[in-house]
């Protein structure tokens, strides 16, 4: 299996940005579908991003238009930029690995958004 790593969390204003990264090494990367999850404290951890295989992306309601899913296989990364940030937006942010039916996680890295 692969352990997937993420990066890019921190503090963050209102109506600001951030860019989260995942980085896994492994042959099965190009072969996956990726995720984000996130978790607010005490509430249940939301699927917001999916990528594909194939590139085909989609998003979660909440999070549609102001956060972008993207992947590079040559450097096995995914990225996703978010944009205006709310406080509705402070969780921890995890990646998620899928392949024939495995699921890798991340440890994930936390986003804070206030003023």
């Known amino acids: 299996q692969v352990q997937p790593v993420e990066s890019g969390g921190g503090l963050v204003q209102p109506g600001g940005s951030l860019q989260l990264s995942c980085v896994a090494h492994?042959?099965?990367?190009?072969?996956?579908?990726v995720a984000w999850y996130r978790q607010a404290h005490g509430n249940a951890r939301e699927l917001i991003a999916v990528?594909?295989?194939?590139?085909?992306?989609n998003y979660a309601d909440s999070v549609k238009g102001r956060f972008t899913i993207s992947r590079d296989n040559t450097n096995n990364t995914i990225s996703l930029q978010m944009n205006s940030l709310t406080t509705e937006d402070t969780a921890v942010y995890y990646c998620?690995?899928?392949?024939?039916?495995?699921?890798?996680w991340g440890q994930g890295t936390q986003v804070t958004v206030s003023s």
């Open positions: 998620n690995l899928r392949h024939q039916g495995h699921d890798y």
């Open positions: 492994g042959t099965i990367f190009s072969a996956s579908n």
């Open positions: 990528i594909v295989s194939s590139g085909i992306t």
